[in-house]
C-alpha cells in the first residue's frame, strides 16, 4: 500500500522504514513539529517523573544534566515511552502498558502521596486528565510545558498530488491534532477523501474525522496500528 505518514519526526522517518520493511510505500508528511523548551528556573525535586510521550522524555533529556537527576523513579504511559526514558539514563522506569488512567492507577499503586511532588513534564494543555487523577488520589503534581507542537501551514505537494492523483491508499494519524490539522490542510481536497483509509490511533483520533473509511487500533500504540494494515485498504 502506499501511505501518508502524518507522524512528526524523527518518528515519521522511523515508522516510514518500518512500513517498507513490511512491503509498504511511505510519502512523509509530518502535520506537527516539536519545539523542545528549556527548564524552568526551579524545578522541586520530585518523588517521580511521569511521561506520557516519547516527546515528554526528548524534551527533559536536552535539558541540563544537573538539572534532574537520573536516578528519580520514572513512570511511563507504555513501552516505547519507557525504553526512551532508558536511553535517556534514567535507571529505574517502569511502564503502564496503556494510557494515562493506566499511569495513573500505577502511580497511586507503587508511590506514595508523602513522598513528595511528581514531575510531569508535558504540553501546555496535553489531552487526557493525569494530573486531576493523580490529584484526586492525593499527589501534588508540577505539571510543566516542556515542548510544544506547531502545526504545518501547508500540505507537502507529494501529499497533495497523491490525494487527488487516487494514488492513496491510507493515511495514518497518531494524534487527535495530527488529524485535526490533516483535515483542516486537506479541506480543498475533501472530495478525494472519501475512498482513504484512516488508521487511528484511537477513538479520540478518529473523532476529528469527517469522511473515509476510519479503522481504530486496539490498542494505543504502533503495533496494533500497523496491525490494521493487514486488512488492508
Excluded at 162 to 181: K, P
Aim: net charge negative; hydrophobic share 50%; with cysteine.
Amino acid at each position: 500500500m502506499r501511505l501518508l505518514v502524518t507522524r512528526p519526526e524523527p518518528d515519521a522517518s522511523r515508522t516510514a522504514t518500518t512500513l517498507a520493511a513490511r512491503g509498504h510505500v511511505s510519502i512523509l508528511a509530518p502535520m506537527l513539529t516539536t519545539a523542545f523548551l528549556p527548564p524552568p528556573s526551579i524545578i522541586t525535586p520530585p518523588a517521580a517523573i511521569l511521561f506520557t510521550s516519547v516527546n515528554a522524555v526528548r524534551a527533559v533529556a536536552a535539558w541540563p544534566p544537573e538539572t534532574l537527576p537520573r536516578d528519580v523513579p520514572v513512570l511511563t504511559v507504555g513501552d516505547r515511552t519507557a525504553d526512551a526514558a532508558r536511553a535517556a539514563g534514567f535507571a529505574d522506569v517502569r511502564s503502564a502498558d496503556g494510557d494515562s488512567a493506566a499511569l495513573a492507577s500505577l502511580a497511586a499503586e507503587i508511590l506514595d502521596p508523602r513522598a513528595g511532588p511528581l514531575l510531569y513534564p508535558t504540553l501546555a494543555t496535553p489531552s487526557g486528565d493525569l494530573s486531576a487523577r493523580l490529584r484526586t488520589a492525593g499527589f501534588t503534581v508540577d505539571q510543566i510545558e516542556a515542548y510544544r507542537m506547531i502545526a504545518a501551514t501547508a500540505l507537502p505537494e507529494l501529499a497533495r498530488a497523491a490525494i487527488v492523483g487516487g494514488t492513496l491508499d491510507g493515511a495514518l494519524l497518531y494524534s487527535r491534532r495530527t488529524a485535526e490539522t490533516f483535515i483542516a490542510l486537506t479541506a480543498p481536497l475533501k472530495p478525494h477523501l472519501a475512498a482513504l483509509a484512516f488508521y487511528c490511533l484511537s477513538a479520540d483520533v478518529a473523532a476529528a474525522l469527517e469522511t473515509g473509511h476510519i479503522r481504530i487500533a486496539s490498542e494505543p500504540n504502533e503495533a496494533a496500528l500497523l496491525a490494521l494494515l493487514e486488512g488492508g485498504t
